[in-house]
């Protein structure tokens, strides 16, 4: 098992914002200065980040579907605080606000088809009559739930799924690739749908995957006394999106290849690349990293290395002036000249990323039996994070390695379920720069 070792060099260029200042966009290489006369493979940090909104009025509209898994498994303490989560986003949503109730079983109930939120204790009196009972159509739920934010499909509104569940889709489609798929086409029309698994038999691949594909959050309640918090939280999200339909194309200058994209899904042609996002949050930095190859220049050169261009609309829906930012790189013969610009920043992003492509690969060695070899790579990679935390300053790194060695001692049978379904947890928080 090799993990990599890296000179991890970065340096912020200064940031572009359009006209509104509803975005900023950021570029910066690992090191802007580089050795002379020396190829290189180095780091691009691509970075958006949503401007605060003064006042709460100025929120756009949203559209919300909470689906509700009801199977048999949801009994007890899970369908009650779900009850309470549900009733919680009810109060917090305004009048303009478009809300709808599902909940699944074998089949979908529509609770409260998608409408306005008027009568708040009607809502609340349908929330209340929920039961248990049945197996898990996740992805009819989730279908349905898709096919009630399409009635007031607006793109001033904040269209979202939010679903809970317990258990395995053990009715109809049930691969983390059909839901992705059922992710990607929501993310088509402007749709993400956020995850939430509940205890300790959810699907956490299938979970995930939809969110990830949908450009939503994913979150793990270990109990259920965790489900207040994270509508919570997830609701701070969607109240706070600032731009939406966000797709930015980076054209990297002669000499500058992109290799590959370590954290997110991005489309590489020759020399251009592009990503996009459904929403930015307000005070919230979204990035993709890239890894780079370039070409050598002489001492005292400079080349233009990189313009990064993002298009978006407002959150009411209206276009935004793109914003633009380049990049350059200069070539120096001074090593002291290329250490001074280190970046701490983009480099703990880095070494945050390479930590979870290594835990992704402990995973899978894992789920073939190969117990021994996973703890070794985990608890590799936990020195290789500590080494960074050290030389870099990094808190979050420092807990970074503690939580990858922790880990690494509950791979056993006993421990080894709720260990992945927090990995995975952990590695969509990570590449998707999740705010909880």
């Not at 690739?177 to 038999?201: D, P, Q, Y």
């Not at 020759?270 to 370039?294: H, I, M, P, S």
């Amino acid at each position: 098992m090799i993990i990599k070792s890296l000179l991890l060099l970065s340096t912020l260029l200064p940031s572009a914002a359009d006209a509104h200042g509803v975005l900023k966009l950021r570029a910066g290489f690992s090191n802007p200065v580089l050795l002379a006369n020396t190829a290189h493979t180095t780091y691009l940090k691509i970075a958006i980040e949503g401007e605060p909104i003064e006042q709460a009025s100025a929120r756009g509209p949203i559209n919300l579907a909470v689906v509700i898994d009801r199977s048999g498994s949801m009994g007890g303490d899970k369908i009650e605080r779900a009850k309470e989560a549900a009733m919680m986003v009810v109060d917090r949503l305004g009048p303009n606000d478009i809300l709808s109730v599902l909940a699944y079983d074998d089949s979908v109930t529509v609770l409260v088809p998608a409408t306005k939120v008027g009568d708040r204790e009607e809502i609340k009196a349908a929330i209340a009559r929920l039961y248990v009972g049945g197996s898990t159509a996740l992805f009819a739920g989730v279908s349905k739930g898709i096919s009630e934010v399409r009635k007031f499909l607006d793109a001033r509104r904040t269209n979202r799924v939010i679903l809970l569940s317990d258990g395995q889709a053990n009715v109809g489609p049930s691969s983390p690739n059909e839901l992705g798929r059922l992710g990607m086409s929501a993310a088509k029309e402007g749709i993400s749908i956020t995850t939430i698994g509940i205890g300790l038999g959810y699907n956490e691949d299938l979970m995930s995957q939809l969110a990830l594909k949908s450009d939503g959050n994913h979150a793990f309640a270990a109990n259920a006394a965790d489900l207040n918090r994270l509508f919570d939280s997830e609701l701070g999200d969607v109240m706070s999106v600032c731009a939406k339909g966000v797709v930015v194309q980076i054209d990297f200058g002669p000499g500058v290849k992109p290799m590959r994209a370590l954290n997110r899904e991005v489309e590489i042609h020759g020399r251009t690349a592009t990503f996009t996002l459904n929403q930015v949050y307000a005070k919230q930095e979204k990035y993709v990293l890239f890894e780079v190859a370039v070409d050598p220049g002489k001492a005292g050169s400079e080349r233009d290395a990189v313009l990064a261009t993002a298009r978006f609309k407002n959150r009411d829906g209206s276009d935004a002036s793109p914003v633009k930012v380049q990049g350059r790189v200069a070539f120096t013969a001074a090593a002291a000249e290329i250490d001074a610009k280190e970046d701490r920043e983009v480099q703990v992003a880095v070494t945050e990323s390479i930590a979870v492509e290594n835990n992704r690969v402990a995973i899978e060695l894992r789920d073939q039996g190969k117990l021994k070899e996973a703890q070794e790579r985990m608890e590799q990679n936990s020195s290789y994070v500590d080494q960074q935390a050290t030389r870099l300053g990094s808190k979050k790194l420092k807990s970074l390695g503690q939580a990858t060695k922790s880990n690494a001692a509950n791979l056993d049978e006993q421990k080894w379920n709720a260990t992945r379904k927090q990995m995975r947890k952990d590695e969509h928080e990570i590449n998707t720069q999740q705010s909880y």
